[in-house]
């Protein structure tokens, strides 16, 4: 894992200097690790499918613009390579042991901005935007094993960060503190769960992927609901290296005279920030899993790029 | 940066790990170095009787002579443990006034688990009377309300740590907002006054902090410091390692949070612009999230008699809301 821990320190020394690239995408980065990385698991039992969680890919709409003529035929690309290689599929068997009491929606659509904010009853939405722009910042990262992580990384961190809203709004779970962080929290907490693979590209690739974002943050812009790049990216390497500090003890170290990518006061509280969600998920969560298809799922193998997997 | 600000709620992280240590030690000492009242003595509000706060003024050093002298002359660690006690918790909760300098390094109220104390410094009292303004402001902020919304935010934010440690209340979200959410659920239970007090002047604060630099630069410092957290909280990245949100983070959560509850009461922030249309859309959403969390959570924990007498009682002095 040494590679992607040097790839992050990287990619911060570089932070604010990523500059725009026009990419001319005829096979979208995130189709390519859609085909890369969705082998059916190998050799443990297939979950079956959440029969709670339904998906859907709807055709992109033609909101092509002067800026971005290209738009329309980026997200036609993304359209038809899910289509065949169905990713959200992937998540419905990964969310097998979840007893939902209600059905949940999860859709592909076009939405006119990066997010499309959940409301109670309607579909959970990832928008052609936001994968437009993970492909598009991934390919500012030279180091391609690094680069495909990013992408599976942040769309699996998507995915899962967009669903926890509508299981908080299911499961009628009461949320302290902002509910944008809490569904990061929660998405890191769960990606955490599984085998180191699945942890680190994960967390890496999202941690990455913020790190990459240009959004400057200053004054009215931090009365938005979602929390600026740079406070996620710590809150994601927060609770990993809180649940694990084996595995991304790393980035608390630091040769001398340099400082550690998590700040020594930060770390210090990780252990705690950990618990605390891991707490609420037993308290909250927990009840509605089902345990035997919870070992099913941890025992198969998700969202691998067949770089890190070999 | 202002140190005021940077006392509040920059340095509580690099704390943390050596309060629970320090405060043990302070906990011990404590049945014998409280101070005797020395009168005239605090008569208790009746029915508002609860044993599991108890209270102690520690000996204030020169400097913080004045604060002692206003805190417990006003029996404000008394009027709180009253204030707290329909909150039925399973342990004791202690409230203390003290020195934090040079102990804590620290200038702000804290929480402490290790000792499950409340720490009210006494130096946090002198820094929120220099930093409320003397004249009204543009937002109809006076020096009263930052004053007495700034003690009474910062209270009840502390608090808010206390009773997601000891009621183990699951928190999702980060824990920060999660106790400025507590200390604005709080003081919008209260009538229009005490409400628009609270808010008003917890919110000036962070508007004050955010103008003074408190919120992360967007450029490197070319001249890094040698102190590791500074130069962290300098840095445009690594500024937002800090567990706590951004001053004007904390502004606008304050302000929506007090909109979304009560809209009428708090239309003139989306006048005046001082909170964002497109914030303001979301607010009540916010409030029904928290008021839910809240049920849900803590609640079950308060004696429904004792708060009734609470919410009726005046806590705040008229002067004290202008």
Known sequence: MRHLIAGIDQARRSIGSVTKRSICVAAPAVVWWVMQAL????????????????VDYIQPKNNSTAANPNQFAEFTAIYAWLRVRRPLEEIQKFLAPVRLPRQIKIQVDTCGAESRPYVSGNPVT?????IDEIEKLAASVTDPSLRQTVIVGTFTQTVLHELAYAVFDVLQVPIWGRIDDAADRLAAFVLLQFPGDVAHTATVGSAEFFLLSRKTWTGIAFADTTSPEAQRFYNYLCIAYGGDNLDFGGWTQAPQGQDPLLPDFR????GYEYEQVRHSFNLRIMPYIDPDLLLQVKAAQWFLPDEISK | ??????SFFRLAAALTVTLAIQTASLTRALADDCLQ???????PIQGLTNGGYPICYLQPNDTN?????????RHILEVYAQFLSPLQLPHPLTLVALNCQPTFNSDSPFYSSGDRALHFCYEWYNDVIKAAPMATTAQGVTRANVITGMWAGTLLHETGHAVFDMLDVPVFGREEDAADQMAAFIALQFSKDVQRTIIKGFAYFWQIAAKDGDDPPTA??????????????DDPLCAYADVHGTASQRLYNTLCLGYGGDPDAFKDFVQMG??????ADDCGREYHQLAFAFIKTVLPFIDPDMRKKVQSTQWLLPTEMQ
Request: glycine letters at 2%; aromatic letters at 6%.
């Open chain 2, 220 to 233: 490197t410092d070319p001249n890094p410091l040698k102190d590791a957290i500074q130069r962290c909280l």
């Open chain 1, 267 to 270: 770390a210090k509280q990780c």
């Open chain 2, 1 to 6: 940066m202002t140190g005021l600000a940077m």
């Open chain 2, 274 to 279: 001082w909170l964002p249309k497109t914030r």
């Open chain 1, 39 to 54: 082998p059916a698991p190998a050799q443990a039992p297939v979950p079956p499918t959440n029969p709670q969680i339904q």
């Open chain 2, 37 to 43: 009242d020395p009168g005239p003595k605090y008569q």
């Open chain 2, 65 to 73: 002579k004045a604060a002692y002298t206003a805190l417990q002359s």
């Open chain 1, 126 to 130: 990832i928008c052609y935007e936001l």
